[in-house]
């Protein structure tokens, strides 16, 4: 852009087209390194297409009409198309932890894509106020200030996502991929704190595989680790709402917390997962074993504000299957 005696040029086509070509160039290494960090492939073709037709469409324009106003419009307009497809990246995630980041960067990005807009049309009605000394001075400012909230968002999202995969890993076990104890004692901890009106009856399992220590001693602990995965892939099948907790309580013990379900619903479910272990037998490396399971249940009934008082009456419960021959599901006694 130059400006001559205060009168608005606009860079001529050639020059315009590489200007405006590094520009939508940027964007679209943005639009790359969201997708990377999400796990997504860049889509290589649709962004150079995106660069290639904004110069081109500022060159074009250009030669049309050379007092540059729809050249500047339509530049304006390709950007803002490449900047929704960041701003699509940005928010449609396939991360499940949301990182406060992300919508520092979003707010950034989205006032970026006003200004486009706003700046595509004024171009066509007025353009002088698009290029006008002062206003020239304005933009470059919020220029910056809106580059500097989006590098330092961008750093705070992966510094963010680093310390929630830290803290997904303390609460992961690391065999079976499930939530380990002290992860399903913080998740549950969460459910029973919500007020009676909101938290219903809900319903605790605990899982034990039968004969397990056989199983190390016949085939080796590499196949009771295989077992054990397999187990917990069954588990997350069976109770696979959002809501359900199931995790790796210890050792060949496993807990599942069931919120706003009925006791009779978890006994069905229960009896259905125990069923399907005792029918379906486990892989070993192409060889088939037979393994079962023994389950105890009881309820957390709503205003009970901790865990540890259903897991103790569900253990009783599964030292009662045992003791009744195992490959059984028993309810516990409403109270210790």
Known sequence: MTFLDQRVTFLPPGMGAVVYGIFATSLALLWSGLRSFDGYRPIWRVQIVCVAGTAATYAGLSLVWPDGRFAMAGMFLCLSAVMVQVLRTLFTTRDRTRLVSRYLVGTALSVFLLLFLATSVIAVAAPERVLGV???????????????????????????????????????????????????????????????????TAAVLVCDIDRFKAINDTHGHEAGD???????????????????IVGRWGGEEFLIVLPDTPLAEALRLAERFRRSVEETPFDLDGRPLDVTVSIGAT??????????????????????AKSEGRNRVRLGAPEA
């Open 299 to 320: 309820a957390i009934p709503a205003g009970e504000d901790r865990l540890d008082p259903a897991v103790r009456r569900a253990d009783a419960a599964l030292y009662e």
């Open 226 to 244: 295989a077992v054990l995965r397999q187990f917990a892939t069954r588990l997350s099948g069976t109770f696979r709402r959002r809501t359900d």
């Open 134 to 200: 002062d206003n020239v001075s304005y933009s470059l400012v919020a220029d910056q200030a809106l580059s500097v909230l989006i590098y330092i968002g961008l750093l705070a999202m992966a510094g963010e996502r680093a310390h929630s995969q830290v803290e997904r890993l303390a609460l992961t076990d690391p065999l079976t991929g499930l939530v380990n104890r002290r992860g399903i004692g913080i998740l549950a901890e969460r459910l029973t704190r919500l007020p009676a009106s909101l938290h219903r």
